[in-house]
């Protein structure tokens, strides 16, 4: 099994920036990709970025050149660094890991295996 701890969620206002971290442990020689959605109030959960164990990064139109996902290897942690944030990002935000290398499911929330607890960012205007 896997297990997944994120932290650095916060309330921060518009325009300001937040880090979050996600460190896995458990059986993590089994994840090839690190990645995060989020959920906010009444909408479905979405991808937001992704770190693939070839080094590939992708994120989420709606966050690029605002948000950067980054991996530490040798510690099993990713990390969001989200800056310019707006109201319209607060969310619950859920690290998650797999399994699968299909590359075409990347930023499919079916596709990841283990997630974390959530951490909640709140954004004021």
């Known amino acids: 099994q896997v297990q997944l701890a994120e932290s650095g969620g916060g309330l921060v206002q518009a325009g300001g920036s937040l880090r979050l971290s996600c460190a896995a442990s458990?059986?993590?020689?089994?994840?090839?990709?690190m990645g995060w959605f989020r959920q906010a109030p009444g909408k479905e959960r979405e991808f937001v970025a992704v770190f693939a164990r070839n080094g590939d990064t992708y994120l989420a139109d709606s966050v690029k050149g605002r948000f950067t996902i980054s991996r530490d290897a040798p510690k099993n942690t990713v990390y969001l660094q989200m800056n310019n944030l707006k109201p319209e990002d607060a969310a619950v935000y859920y690290c998650?890991?797999?399994?699968?290398?299909?590359?075409?499911?990347?930023?499919?929330?079916?596709?990841?295996?283990?997630w974390g607890q959530g951490t909640q960012v709140t954004v004021s205007s």
């Open positions: 458990g059986r993590t020689g089994r994840i090839y990709d």
């Open positions: 998650a890991a797999r399994t699968s290398t299909d590359y075409s499911s990347l930023n499919s929330r079916g596709s990841y295996d283990y």
